[in-house]
């Protein structure tokens, strides 16, 4: 347990001073992750003209709330991936007596940290452009949104890697991820909140992986009616499922990438 | 008991096969078509522990391959091997904190950070304790003349010095076996003899095995008493290195700058003539007739400048072929 915790904070410290080599650029990618804000303009306009059951400062909050899930969910680890097992990389990590998965989640965990300032500076500099949207979540919610943004992470750091996988057995496996992104785009609450989707449409998504990757813990914290424990019932059985299908994939692709001359 | 065994290995690869042309391409997109490509064939060695082997072999003959079989990168198709007393395949910890692999260009250092950062890292991986790590830091720093290099983002160092970081970093969980891919390749004359002169003070102070592949005939000769030579997949010779230079190679390479231009025929009975160029000349000597003939055209010839070399590596290899000989 002692030298569990031990490698944990090693690799955190060693990654986290890695993603601040990148100071200019963890600021451009904290910005690139604007999507959300930008929608936000858009719903806030449509939603003066009434007809959804949402108000503008819902909307900019929900918009703001997307911003920070993003922020804390981006993953990438399909394209570090891919480039190990087409570079070879992944030979020398093979080798060493750690599971290599464990350098990505690392690198993912320290550069949350090391972007958090960049965003937190974003959500300050919204509140004041748009006082009126300021809220303050209760207490309750926001554990419960910690623990929806967690698992949001976990989830889709499992789907992509997932895909990530299939590197093994193809060139390309970000074309899977870059396939899958636009259902992730439409059905997550990234574009639109699920309330605005028809009844039936939104009660079939409610079992697919997608909205538990935004439109769930951003609802939380918003205080719109979820069915919380529902919620987090399916997105553990999607964790659960994908991660066996990882490791499934996980013992054939070594097999695979062996085959292939390592 | 030898530490690494190795029992008619056998590895069998498909290779996808593509004809040139739109047509080989869109036949490859649809049906695929594979070779099987025998990379390695009934290969069979044993190795002691503390010795240290050359294994040599041209391009593509196979010594990655084995290399990689032997780490459990990948799995042998046919033959047993055994190593440190491990199946390597099944890659278990405690085999993985015994050995190491060290391939040229493949750097596990991270890039923008300095090297103690890599360091920190795998001291965590294999578990080793602080007190040891400072320990083994400074050891490895000192052998590996590194002071202060350290500290730096690996992107600024030299590439020979990148190449002895990266042997630290795969050398500071202090494995007992040590397999080493091309560990010169593309450093200067003084970074080859540093390294060499590391491995062998390694190997000497912790009689560690090593097992390495190398282009430079000056390293095999250094290191190894023992050499294993490949080709097509067929371990061809398993002995001493004189063994395999006398039998296959029995001659040096002479080479003369001479005051003025001579004739073909002045220089003949020198030698094997390999090439004339204006003043400069090309021989190959019998090693036994070496000091007779260079005492004998230093005294005839008016010569500028005279260096006698060992034939590359590759070309005693090419002899061990053409001679065809499974010995």
Known sequence: MNSIMKKARVLLTAYYAYMLEYRAELFLWALSGSLPLILMGVWTQAAQSGQFGLTAEDFARYFLTVFIVRQFTVVWVIYEFEKEVVEGKLSPRLLQPIDPVWHHVASHLSERLARLPFALGLVGLFFILYPQAVWIPSLNHILLFAIAVIFAFILRFLIQYTFALFAFWTERANAIENFWFLFYLF?????????????????????????YLIDFPASILIGLPVNILQGMLVTLSWIALFFIINRWLWRRGLKQYSGMGA | MPIISAENLSKVYPVAVKEAGLKGTIQHFFRRTYRMVEAVKQVSFDIEPGEVVGFLGANGAGKTTTLKMLTGLIHPSAGRVRVAGYIPFQRKSGFLKQITLVMGQKQQLIWDLPALDTLKINAAVYNISDKEYRQRVGELTEMLSLQGKLNQPVRKLSLGE????????????????????????????????????????????YDATILLTSHYMADISALCKRVLVIHQGLLIYDGSLEGLIDQFAPYREVQVELAHPLPEVKLMHYGEIKSIEGQSARFLVQREALTRTVAQILAELEVIDLTVTDPPVEEVIGRVFSAGGVL
């Open chain 2, 162 to 205: 990148r190449m002895k970081a990266e042997l630290m970093a795969a050398l500071l969980h202090q494995p007992q076996v040590l397999f080493l891919d091309e560990p010169t390749l593309g450093l200067d004359v003084n970074a080859q003899v540093g390294v060499r002169e590391f491995l062998r003070e390694y190997n000497k102070r």
């Open chain 1, 187 to 211: 059905f997550s609450g990234l574009i639109a909140p699920l309330d605005v989707f028809p009844e039936n449409i939104r009660n079939v998504l409610l079992w697919t992986p997608f909205p």
